[in-house]
């Protein structure tokens, strides 16, 4: 009765969060997932809704989902940073965001089982080896780009129905898709990266 009433969005989502939370602590789920899948996905953030409506490993499960989500989108709001800094006049600055992205993945994943979310930390590993090469590192270049690589077939190669085994994943599979076509060399943005002439004369070197 009070949801049409209030004024704006703010209130409307605190409103909408209460409601839930009284739901669920009544033990009330259906109702209180069914109000969260009703919030069009842009209002707040409608995965905490969803995790607030459950208990237990229901809610564990929407947390986990959240947590990679905020991660990921993290990584790839550092990433951009990064690209639009590489000009700002502070020495490092560029350099020391890259770097701070890559160590994000690492709580995560600690096994590397990373599937569908390999194709950022390639990304990242990517960036760093163009920094190295800019600044005269090869040996370092050299390392990154061997890591993009790694990263990059385990996104290739990933199963999406296959449970994952990392620490906040254990038993979730992530669906989706792979970037792999018929006729394709696999995920054709990889190599797009390596074929950059940044690279001649050290990309014989990464191995096959």
């Known amino acids: 009765k009070l949801l049409p009433l209030l004024p704006d969005d703010k209130s409307r989502h605190e409103a909408v969060g209460n409601l839930i939370q009284l739901y669920a602590n009544t033990g009330e789920y259906d109702r209180a997932e069914t109000i969260a899948k009703d919030r069009p996905p842009l209002e707040g953030c409608r995965e905490w809704l969803l995790a607030s409506a459950h208990d237990g490993k229901q809610r564990a499960d929407f947390l986990g989902k959240l947590l990679i989500r905020l991660v990921s989108s993290a990584a790839d709001q550092m990433i951009q940073l990064y690209l639009a800094s590489c000009q ?3 020495p490092g600055f560029a350099a020391d965001v890259i770097r701070r992205a890559l ?5 995560l994943f600690p096994d590397g089982d990373c599937g569908f979310y390999a194709q950022f930390p390639a990304r990242i590993h990517r960036e760093l080896a163009v920094l190295d090469v800019s600044e005269g590192r090869e040996e370092e270049a050299i390392d990154h780009l061997r890591e993009c690589v790694r990263f990059g077939t385990v996104f290739e190669r990933y199963d999406p129905e296959a449970e994952r085994s990392s620490l906040f994943f254990r038993g979730e599979a992530d669906g989706g ?3 792999t076509e018929p006729g394709s060399e696999g995920w054709d943005e990889l190599r ?3 074929a950059d002439p940044l690279f001649d004369g050290i990309r014989e070197r990464i191995g096959e």
């Open 103 to 107: 160590a994000l993945y690492d709580p």
């Open 192 to 194: 797009g990266w390596l």
């Open 177 to 179: 898709w792979v970037r």
């Open 88 to 90: 700002n006049t502070e």
